[in-house]
């Protein structure tokens, strides 16, 4: 009964790395989000995939990119780090049809720029 | 224009008491859904309830109620008989027509004992 998994839980990276944020979702959801949450921002949309083989640019995607690997894969990429991307990220999935579907999250990813 | 406004970045209830949590929301679809997720201290996002917008009548779950004033735009969280548990950062939400979900900045809750 796994739901969202996200991986790594925490990862320390130093300016201008890369890394690639990995989620999974095992409830054939079609619909899938990655954000991140700041202290006093709530939870801001990077980007989001509607199905499988579309993704979209949420509120702050710019130093970011997605892969909608299949139904049950979305991976965020950050291609070269900066300490503004400091942050903790979740993953989260949600059925297609109807309002009424809420999203479930992943337990979130902190990430550390130094 | 905010899509989702919380104006109580905290609040404190005694235990045992009931408080509200304020969201207000900005849409023109006139099919939508606003969800209440809990986030302790441990990080994880829990979802509590749910509310239609074309639903009728408030929707409860347990201690969790949802006052929707359609007309005012608002969904605002009940929480009755407070817990020490209760004890959280709590999320407004909402999901358009196109599937994407807003959130608020969230309302920091301490119940005291």
């Known amino acids: 009964n796994a739901g969202v998994t996200q991986t790594p839980k925490f990862q320390v990276l130093k300016t201008g790395q890369s890394m690639t944020l990995q989620c999974a979702q095992d409830?054939?959801?079609?619909?899938m989000y990655w954000y991140r949450q700041d202290p006093g921002m709530g939870l801001r949309l990077i980007y989001y995939?509607?199905?499988?083989?579309?993704?979209d640019k949420g509120e702050v995607p710019n130093g970011y990119n997605v892969s909608r690997l299949n139904k049950r894969e979305f991976s965020l990429r950050l291609e070269s780090a900066a300490p503004s991307q400091t942050s903790v990220y979740f993953c989260?999935?949600?059925?297609?049809?109807?309002?009424?579907?809420?999203?479930?999250f992943g337990d979130g990813t902190r990430l550390s720029i130094l | 224009a905010q899509k989702i406004t919380q104006t109580q970045p905290g609040m404190f209830v005694q235990e045992k008491e009931a408080v509200t949590l304020d969201c207000t929301y900005d849409?023109?679809?006139?099919?939508?859904?606003l969800f209440w997720y809990k986030q302790p201290s441990s990080g994880e996002m829990i979802f509590l309830i749910y509310?239609?917008?074309?639903?009728?009548q408030n929707a409860t779950e347990g201690r969790y109620s949802l006052n929707f004033q359609k007309a005012r735009k608002s969904a605002n969280l009940v929480i009755s008989a407070s817990q020490l548990g209760d004890s959280a950062m709590y999320f407004c939400a909402m999901r358009e027509l196109g599937g994407q979900f807003y959130f608020g900045t969230g309302t920091s809750l301490t119940v005291i004992p």
């Open positions: 989260a999935s949600s059925g297609r049809t109807g309002r009424n579907q809420p999203q479930h």
């Open positions: 995939s509607a199905s499988e083989g579309t993704t």
């Open positions: 849409t023109s679809d006139p099919s939508y859904g």
């Open positions: 509310q239609g917008s074309y639903d009728q």
């Open positions: 409830m054939n959801h079609n619909s």
